[in-house]
């Protein structure tokens, strides 16, 4: 069978599955996307934080194994990136983050420190290796502990105990999802299947019959690979396989509150706050400002192997509430968050499920949602499951998918 017969199904229209999808495009096989939302690229890889992980927020693994595979994800993303798009790093970069040390949380600064000069340290093993540039721009990470005397003008010493400056960057996520599905609709190679709910998948023989509801018919396809990069539906997809999460799961419902006006760099630091059920501010320049804030935009949580349809379920009021709340709490924190003079059609509330191994949520330290190191590619004959783990993850993930299916890896 030539790589053109071979029949390639990729469920789910993420950012992995498109990845993936051109990946194997660019290898010379033809492939079929099913995606159950009438475009791609239009949730969580879309509402998220864009964050290009070196690390630093997983200091709760001891192991390292969570920070060590971030670095990985992180040092290649854009380098893969660049393989299916013509995407420009400074089209999309934030401003570099600080690490803002809330009082209550599960770690001091020196603890943190400790685990920021290690991700730096292996930062640097890594990019001597791959010579490849983080975020397409730059050969070098830093975090480095302020005096406490240049704390006020970044966070308020009410709430913040200390602050690291760090060279951890944000790449616009919507920027990044235009760009992909620029490249999905230009190439021959893909057939996407929109509005396409897969609802099982299971042996036929030597393939797998793949079936879904289209325009509320019941149809079905069969193919020789089934890669499986749903998200809210990766669960319940490989359970029709027989197939049971390596452990106990959770999925959270989470608010990232878009701000659609340009910015200047000095208007407002890139924040995350740690350790623990805190937020995050991110200047994305002309490209606006992310604003997350845990305790009041985590709005909903479920253990079911399929979420409920959170995103039909919150009217746009309720969504403006949550972007209010979050926006004042976060104001406490971030002083320059109150000079933004902006109108109020300019706010874009949306929200993103999160899936991830772990049951208890992040105020508690033995809670697994502080790893993600279990996370990434499983194999059962000629079915694949991914759980993307984090988006710092994902061009990585869909190389590695790539060299499975050419059975290279």
Known sequence: MTKKDRRIAILGGGGLGVCAALELAQRGYRVQIFEEHQEPLKKASYAN?????????????????TAGKMIDGAIHFFDYLSRWTDAKPEACVSTPFYYLVHKGSLLNAGQLDA????????????????????????????????PKAEIDGIGDPEWIDDVFRTTEYSLEPRYIAEKLTLALNQNPEIEAHFSSKVTGVSQVGNGLKVEYLQDGLALSDTFDEVINTAWNGLLEIDRTMGIS????WSFRYKFGNKLLIPLKEADLPSCTMVLGPYGDTVNFKGKGAFLSWYPIGRTAWSSEHRPPEWDSMYAKEERMKVFHGSFEELKKRIPSLGNLDFPIGSVDPVGGAILALGNSDVDQKKSRLHDRFEVG??????????????????PLLAMQIADRVEGIA
Do not use: W
């Open 377 to 394: 590619l499983r194999s059962f004959g000629n079915y694949h499951t991914i759980d993307t783990g984090k988006y710092t993850l994902i």
């Open 245 to 248: 999460p390596i452990g106990e």
């Open 49 to 65: 934080e864009g964050k290009i992980h070196v690390g630093f927020i997983f200091a709760m693994d001891r192991s390292f194994q």
């Open 115 to 146: 685990h920021y000069q290690k991700c730096v340290d292996y930062f640097g093993q890594v990019q001597s290796k791959t010579k490849k540039r983080y975020v397409g721009l730059f050969d070098t990470l830093e975090a480095e502990l302020l």
